[in-house]
Each structure stands twice: as C-alpha cells, then as structure tokens.
C-alpha cells in the first residue's frame, strides 16, 4: 500500500495556471503507475491524465490535452499536474491515485486498476 497526499488546489481565474502535487510514502513510489482523476459536484469521477513507472509514457483526457502536463519525480516519491490556461470546467477534486498491477491503457483510464487514492485537493476556475 502507498499514502497518497495531494497539495497546490486553490482558487484560480480563468486562463491561469496551477501545479498540483502528490505526495507517496509507503512502498516504493517507483513500482506504481499513476494516475491524476477529478470529480465535479454531482458527476462521476473521471480521469485527467496518467504516467508509466518511468515516466516515458503519459496519458491525457481530451478535456485537457494541450493543457495540463503529468509528471513524476521518483526520487522525490512526487507526482505533479501542471495545469494551464484552465477553463471554468476544470473545477473539481482532482485526487491522485497509484495502479501496481499491469493492464490495458484503456483501463489505465477507469478509477478500477487504481488502488491507493489519496484525499483530494480542490480546484475552483472562476472569475
């Protein structure tokens, strides 16, 4: 099992910028694919963006590709979202989340394969 701490939410306008953190202990952070999600008031959790064990391969929603920028450093045991130009839409817990097990990219893309989750950081896009 990995602590997932998430950090960097606040209240930004509308074409600003934003980097979110996420914060492991636990097992190495190195074993884990992981994965950014975010869930609006009244809607399902949805998927942002994920990163290899590497780093080499990412993955972004259409909603946000262009836009926000996944990242991990594993020495620091620190995964990032860079989020820029954000729109009023991005408003959301955006929570982080870490998959041990391999599967599919589709699945990388679904809440199933992610087993740690840490608590959330809220985001709010607004004028």
């Known amino acids: 099992q990995v602590q997932l701490v998430e950090s960097g939410g606040g209240l930004v306008q509308p074409g600003a910028s934003l980097r979110l953190s996420c914060a492991a202990s636990?097992?190495?952070?190195?074993?884990?694919?992981m994965g950014w999600f975010r869930q609006a008031a009244g809607n399902e959790r949805e998927f942002v963006a994920g990163?290899?064990?590497?780093?080499?391969?990412?993955l972004y929603a259409d909603s946000v590709k262009g836009r926000f920028t996944i990242s991990r450093d594993n020495d620091k045991s620190t995964l990032y979202l860079q989020m820029d130009s954000v729109k009023p839409e991005d408003t959301a817990l955006y929570y982080c989340?870490?998959?041990?097990?391999?599967?599919?990219?589709?699945?990388?893309?679904?809440?199933?394969?992610?087993?740690?989750w840490g608590q959330g950081t809220q985001v709010t896009v607004s004028t």
């Open positions: 989340a870490a998959s041990e097990g391999g599967t599919t990219t589709s699945a990388r893309t679904t809440p199933q394969p992610y087993h740690d």
């Open positions: 636990g097992r190495p952070f190195a074993n884990y694919f």
């Open positions: 990163i290899s064990r590497s780093g080499g391969f990412t």
